[in-house]
């Protein structure tokens, strides 16, 4: 029988404050704290101080209102999918997975110039990712706009449909409350356009939905597949929610690490303290929203927005 598109609830009831503190309580949550803080005093003992500062800060007020936002419109998550699967075959799902982040990771790595030498020529899929991005400037005018979409869901997307895993286990569904919870995502898109116009921009004003489709095919919505559609929910089973949401966002954080090190002048110790510290956060609370409304399209929304803004 398909699975519902709308899942009942069927946590138990409980106070929000006794979510929170179940949640930072969990060892998973612990031993995210752990490498959080130790990715900041990395920061800043190798000097980056200033960089850290403002992370934090922008992340603690990020997390505030997600966290109220999550506990107020979706307080009792449904269940996640029972599995259908062998564990043998969930861990040859997340080895394949795998194999594409280290592979897409260092694709990022060599066009933000940090790559190890010799790294970015692969046999076999160098030259597919050079067909990609052709194709994407034949067509679009933009690589990635067939690359990121190819590498990020329709090849990791294929292979775990012929696994025959259902679309609805990652995430392509409507879920639970999940327009509810992107709602205040998408007005903060407006309130942008309102405060690009009133900046006396209004030609960028009116280019933001451009802006948001190209962020939805380079970003957005392919790297939550990836991430939360595709690795969070085959980890689950295997190790419980609460590790997979911690691995999963370390993934997501340590996949960046390209900008992150380009960003900081190339040091790469640095550039992965960084990379936890800050995409790593992000991870996390986007895999909460996939938690809660066991949909892709809140952390979908809440990414290009968060992307945007930024």
Do not use: K
Not at 104 to 120: D, I, K, N, Q
Not at 249 to 262: E, K, V, Y
């Amino acid at each position: 029988m398909p699975a519902p598109e709308n899942p009942t609830p069927s946590a138990p009831r409980s106070s929000a404050w006794s979510q929170v503190r179940a949640a930072v309580t969990h060892p998973a949550g612990v031993a995210f704290l752990v490498a959080w803080l130790a990715a900041a005093a990395t920061l800043v003992v190798r000097g980056h101080a200033l960089v850290f500062l403002q992370v934090a800060v922008t992340l603690g007020l990020l997390f505030v209102f997600a966290t109220a936002l999550l506990l107020w419109l979706a307080p009792h998550p449904p269940q996640a999918d029972a599995p259908r699967h062998r564990r043998s075959a969930l861990w040859a799902q997340v080895a394949f997975l795998l194999l594409i982040i280290v592979l897409t990771g260092l694709r990022g790595m060599s066009f933000h110039g940090v790559a190890p030498a010799g790294w970015e020529h692969i046999p076999l899929w160098t030259p597919f990712v050079d067909a990609l991005d052709r194709a994407g400037g034949r067509l679009f005018g933009n690589d990635n706009w067939v690359a990121n979409p190819v590498l990020y869901m329709v090849l990791p997307g294929a292979v775990l449909l012929l696994c025959r895993v259902r679309p609805v286990e990652l995430g392509l569904r409507q879920g639970y409350r999940s327009w509810a919870v992107a709602a205040p995502y998408l007005l903060s898109l407006g309130v942008l356009a309102l405060v690009v116009s009133a900046m006396g921009d209004a030609r960028a004003a009116l280019l933001l939905p451009l802006a948001a489709l190209d962020n939805f095919l380079q970003n957005g919505f392919m790297e939550e597949f990836l991430f939360r559609g595709a690795v969070q929910t085959r980890l689950a089973p295997l190790i419980g929610e609460g590790w997979s949401l911690v691995l999963s966002s370390l993934a997501f954080g340590a996949w960046h690490l390209g900008a992150t090190t380009a960003m900081l002048g190339g040091d790469c110790v640095a550039g992965l303290a960084l990379s936890i510290v800050s995409q790593g956060a992000l991870g996390l609370l986007l895999g909460l929203l996939f938690m809660r409304t066991r949909s892709l399209i809140a952390p979908a929304v809440a990414h290009i927005t968060i992307n945007l803004w930024g």
